[in-house]
């Protein structure tokens, strides 16, 4: 292939041009899992309805990442990227970046979402982002091997560490040396921050900062939950999660080398793709409770399209967001890659729920869902940072979970001055 | 008088010939001004702010504050030790194992040419691309050292190369070893190229061994040229920000000095605090420059003189 044809290959992958109209929007989706390729369609269906051109720009996978580089571009007034796609946790962040989309939601509209997302999402009486997909974590598990060994799928934390290591037992010993426990999200990174809030809370152990501001992370439940998981590292939990995002995790087990996953939906329809190797091997559940007074708790995860200040088009960007945020193109994204509508209706969807059977039960998960901390606003990132470092310390083996926490309690007091952020 | 007119002769033409210089110069200089004093100028003046990211214009001047916070935070002196111990750690192999591979380069053998050109690949991959590389090397499950070490017998099981703060600070030094090394050896090769036959010759004659002529004349020749190189690789190594991040990704207990401001700056979005930290890192860089430069001897005007 000559080099001429191969660089306007990638360059018709990195920048899809839909069809030759009157203007042009670039889009920032994501790129974990099939999220790019959905984004596209959906950006093309558009396209082609309204005859327009999508681009859609490619960001990293590492949320913490992808919030950097939106953020350097917009604090330049960058007007490179028409549509942002921003976490649950950055409306506090960005949301004076973006437009207020109220006039263009009327009422009755924005009352098909979610009342907490619109909630989450509205800066200072502006609406800066409409809900896109929502999301929760869940525990993955292998339904064969569970059978095999004639155990049930865990309902606490205690009792998934006591089915691992049966099945690993097993298993090494009929010469399956590669096969783990139990993966999760645990390099030092954002999705660290967001095991750590199931397992504290989980445990009873609260949520870091509570609803008025005061920190909370050092408390015996907290330090409970996460020596619990650091002593499960080098026996149920390899070593290596150390070091693993969403798609790490997902390989190791999507590959067939893990008993227990902790992912967020999207994971669902990959594991069951055709080319997947643990295809149809695959059960899902609401994560373990902390012990038997425990509750089960996922993080309430999601992400949501909001439209730039700077956007030279700002009509049409909010026509692509209104587009993207549809019925239409929300069920489709949940029978194609099992994204979780952002519209209450949706969950009463048969084709949904009979392409996504944990879809029903997940409504009222996200009910029951936990928030990360955002009374802490601007400084969240460094909130969580905190958080995140002092767990990964402990799951390493430096420092015991009471010292750590102990220390990063400390550091939040002094950043909160006193709880008033 | 004709010494006086002489001289009075020479300082015109010398005169001219430094304005020719400074003319011919004015480009380059006013281009680093552009690309490097301003951004440096703009960053020292953000640390003595306490600007943010999302609104620049607020910024306010708050004195040395945040040069204090910096200083007082756990976190940036574990940065400095990490990065510290990394410059010295990896300069080292790579002083010592670039001149081995620059002795066996000297020598002459069937497609040396072949040899010296395909040493330089490792230089030539930009670093985020090896460090890529690496990072699938050495994953723990199907990365392909683990498989080699297990399939050996040297692990009885897989190791996690870059998640465990201890293996991971290693892991870096290896990658940076196996990327700069290359470097090393190119630039210590030349400077072996222009050591005269004849000494050793007559050291062969007085029947010094091969390790002898190697301690007492190589290394006195080549001391100059591994000085250098050594600096600019120590350079390079304190300022270190790619490798670390694309291997390690960010926890605390493994950052450069370079990953502490970067994370402050974007991911904290405290500008102020953040250019600080980028402050101190420039100044112990030209600390440690300085240190090096009176200790080792080393001259950087070679050939004026």
């Known amino acids: 292939m000559s080099m001429v044809r191969m660089g306007r290959m990638l360059a018709l992958m990195l920048f899809v041009p839909v069809a030759a109209g009157a203007a042009r929007l670039n889009i920032a989706c994501g790129s974990v899992g099939q999220e790019q390729e959905l984004c596209r369609q959906g950006a093309e269906a558009w396209a082609r309805q309204t005859g327009n051109e999508v681009s859609l720009v490619s960001v990293p996978t590492d949320a913490g990442q992808q919030l950097t580089m939106f953020q350097q571009l917009l604090a330049a007034g960058g007007s490179d990227i028409d549509v942002f796609r921003i976490d649950v946790v950055w409306p506090g962040i960005v949301g004076p970046f973006f437009i207020d989309l109220r006039p263009y939601f009327p009422e009755a509209e924005r009352a098909a979402f979610f009342p907490a997302l619109m909630r989450n999402n509205t800066v200072d009486g502006r609406l800066v982002a409409i809900p896109w997909f929502v999301d929760a974590g869940l525990l993955y598990y292998r339904k064969d091997l569970l059978e095999k060994y004639q155990q049930r799928p865990p309902d606490t934390w205690q009792a998934l560490a006591r089915t691992a290591k049966g099945v690993l037992e097993g298993e090494h010993r009929a010469g399956q040396v590669r096969l783990t426990g139990f993966v999760f999200q645990g390099k030092a990174y954002e999705g660290l921050t967001c095991n750590a809030l199931e397992w504290v809370d989980s445990f009873g152990g609260g949520t870091f900062v509570d609803a008025q501001g005061q920190v909370t992370l050092d408390n015996p439940r907290a330090v409970e939950a996460v020596s619990f998981i650091a002593s499960l590292m080098g026996n149920v939990v390899p070593p290596g999660v150390l070091s693993y995002e969403e798609e790490g995790a997902r390989g190791v087990f999507q590959s067939g080398n893990a008993v227990f996953m902790r992912n967020w939906p999207y994971a669902w329809a990959l594991a069951n793709s055709a080319e997947s190797p643990v295809r149809g091997k695959v059960g899902v559940m609401a994560l373990p409770r902390g012990g038997p007074e425990g509750r089960s708790v996922g993080t309430l995860g999601g992400w949501q399209l909001g439209v730039s200040r700077f956007s030279t088009q700002p009509e049409l960007a909010v026509q692509l967001v209104k587009f993207l945020t549809s019925a239409e193109e929300q069920k489709r994204r949940a029978l194609v890659a099992s994204f979780n509508p952002t519209r209450v209706a949706l969950y009463r969807d048969p084709d949904i729920l009979r392409a996504n059977p944990f879809m029903g039960s997940l409504a009222e998960t996200f009910a029951n869902a936990v928030a990360r901390p955002t009374v802490t606003g601007a400084k969240y990132n460094q909130v969580s940072a905190d958080i995140r470092n002092a767990v990964h310390a402990t799951l390493s083996g430096r420092g015991s979970a009471q010292e750590n926490l102990r220390k990063a309690q400390q550091k939040l007091v002094r950043l909160s001055r006193g709880g008033r952020w | ?305």
């Open chain 2, 1 to 305: 008088m004709v010494t006086a007119s002489h001289r009075g002769g020479a300082s015109v033409l010398a005169r001219q010939r430094a304005r020719a210089a400074w003319v011919f110069l004015l480009p380059t200089l006013v281009g680093i001004a552009l690309v490097a004093g301003w951004p440096l100028a703009r960053t020292v003046g953000f640390s003595f702010t306490d600007a943010r990211l999302t609104d620049l214009s607020a910024a306010r001047f708050v004195g040395l504050e945040s040069f204090l916070s910096v200083l007082e935070d756990p976190d940036w002196w574990t940065a400095v030790w990490t990065t510290v111990r990394f410059a010295l750690v990896s300069v080292l192999l790579e002083s010592v194992l670039g001149m081995g591979i620059a002795l066996v380069l000297h020598r002459r053998f069937a497609g040396r040419g072949l040899v010296r050109a395909a040493v330089l690949v490792p230089w030539a991959i930009p670093t985020v691309v090896s460090a890529k590389m690496w990072a699938w090397m050495f994953h723990d499950v199907y990365g392909v050292i683990n498989a080699v070490l297990l399939r050996l017998g040297l692990l009885s099981e897989p190791l996690a190369w870059t998640a465990e703060p201890s293996l991971a600070f290693w892991a870096v030094v290896m990658v940076d070893v196996w990327k700069a090394t290359p470097f090393m050896a190119l630039l210590l090769l030349a400077a072996l190229q222009l050591l005269p036959e004849d000494v050793y010759e007559a050291a062969r004659l007085d029947g010094a061994g091969p390790l002898l002529a190697f301690f007492r004349i190589t290394l006195p020749l080549v001391k100059g040229p591994l000085m250098v190189a050594a600096l600019f690789r120590l350079l390079d190594a304190l300022r270190v920000f790619d490798v670390f991040y694309v291997l390690t990704g960010g926890g605390s207990e493994t950052q450069p000095m370079a990953g502490y401001a970067r994370q402050w700056m974007f991911e904290f979005q405290e500008l102020g605090v953040g250019s600080a930290a980028a402050t101190l890192l420039v100044l112990l860089i030209a600390l440690l420059t300085a240190v090096y430069l009176v200790l080792g001897r080393v001259r950087l005007d070679v050939g004026e003189s």
